[in-house]
């Protein structure tokens, strides 16, 4: 069988090519593969996004599964499970702004917004409702650790008590000793706290500090007198000797923290040279005193005896 073959002449491809039909031909080819890579690329993002919403469903369902299994029990004996319960963090998340996000960067206008939104208004409600479960959660925990382990204290029966506390530690914050003075005063914010905060007036606790520093101020001059007392009577029996130097020591330094007491109790210069030789002018007489009482108790015992031998 015979093939006859006719070349082409190329001026007629030519003007086949410039024709305005075979032009517009190529423009409607082009046209219809760019709508198609298009249509391909938004199906491909709206399988995208149902995978994404397909497996936030999923993991919901499976948080709840785990929630439904991990139930706590109000029986005493689960106490101890309570307290290893592992509570879900509050953290909520929502792909609506991911979608629109998603939507702007590709400009995929043919997603059906309507639709996202209905699926994120349910998943909304899932969450607040499983943020109220879990709230429900911890309150259960709650009283069952304070029923099982907690212990209640009850500040009101000790009412008297605490005021005693609140007495000491106002007088021992006026210590010579600088620690022990500043630990007492934390003490007495402590307890006035607890004071103020189960019903005790802030005017009854203001009674009982000027109480307490009043009693302070007497007990120091009582321990001032003492020491002038015992000083000077270890000097009348003793004299300057080597026996008495190591009480005069004691003495002198025991003086010397009461006068500190004095000035921390907000009278300063209160014992003076002054006031000070008062007070062993007095206790001076006590001593003579109580030397003449006891010379006529021994001859009141002496006349006594001699008046039995004679008889």
């Known amino acids: 069988m015979t093939h006859y073959t006719q070349e082409v002449d190329?001026?007629?491809?030519?003007?086949m090519t410039e024709h305005p039909y075979y032009k517009r031909l190529q423009k409607d080819i082009r046209k219809r593969a760019e709508l198609q890579k298009v249509a391909v690329k938004n199906q491909e993002s709206q399988e995208q996004v149902q995978l994404m919403v397909v497996s936030k469903e999923d993991e919901i369902d499976r948080n709840k599964k785990l929630k439904d299994k991990t139930k706590i029990k109000t029986d005493d004996s689960t106490a101890c499970d309570l307290l290893s319960f592992d509570i879900e963090d509050d953290?909520?998340?929502?792909?609506?702004?991911?979608?629109?996000?998603?939507?702007?960067?590709?400009?995929?206008?043919?997603?059906?917004?309507?639709?996202?939104?209905?699926?994120?208004?349910?998943?909304?409600?899932?969450?607040?409702?499983?943020?109220?479960?879990?709230k429900k959660s911890k309150k259960k925990i709650v009283e069952m650790f304070i029923k099982n382990?907690?212990?209640?204290?009850?500040?009101?029966?000790?009412?008297?008590?605490?005021?005693?506390?609140?007495?000491?530690n106002i007088v021992q914050s006026k210590s010579?000793?600088?620690?022990?003075?500043?630990?007492?005063?934390?003490?007495?914010?402590?307890?006035?706290?607890?004071?103020?905060?189960?019903?005790?007036?802030?005017?009854?606790?203001?009674?009982?500090?000027?109480?307490?520093?009043?009693?302070?101020?007497?007990?120091?001059?009582?321990?001032?007198?003492?020491?002038?007392?015992?000083t000077e009577l270890a000097l009348l029996i003793h004299g300057k000797t080597r026996k008495s130097?190591?009480?005069?020591?004691?003495?002198?330094e025991e003086m010397r923290h009461l006068i500190q007491q004095m000035d921390n109790l907000g009278r300063c210069g209160?014992?003076?040279?002054?006031?000070?030789?008062?007070?062993?002018?007095e206790q001076s007489q006590k001593i003579k005193d109580e030397f003449i009482k006891e010379k006529l108790d021994l001859e009141y015992e002496i006349d006594y005896r001699t008046q039995e031998v004679v008889l």
């Not at 998943?123 to 879990?134: G, S």
């Open 149 to 168: 382990i907690a212990h209640r204290i009850d500040f009101k029966n000790r009412i008297p008590e605490l005021k005693e506390l609140f007495r000491y």
């Open 91 to 134: 953290v909520r998340l929502s792909t609506m702004d991911w979608g629109r996000s998603f939507l702007d960067e590709d400009n995929l206008d043919t997603v059906d917004i309507a639709r996202l939104t209905h699926e994120e208004n349910n998943e909304e409600r899932r969450e607040v409702t499983q943020q109220k479960d879990r």
């Open 270 to 281: 209160y014992w003076s040279k002054v006031k000070m030789l008062e007070m062993r002018f």
């Open 10 to 15: 190329p001026s007629q491809i030519q003007d």
């Open 245 to 252: 130097r190591r009480m005069l020591r004691v003495y002198s």
């Open 176 to 230: 010579h000793n600088y620690y022990l003075s500043k630990f007492s005063e934390f003490k007495v914010g402590v307890v006035g706290q607890v004071l103020s905060w189960i019903g005790v007036p802030i005017s009854e606790l203001k009674e009982i500090r000027n109480e307490s520093l009043n009693e302070a101020f007497k007990e120091n001059i009582v321990a001032v007198a003492e020491n002038v007392y015992h």
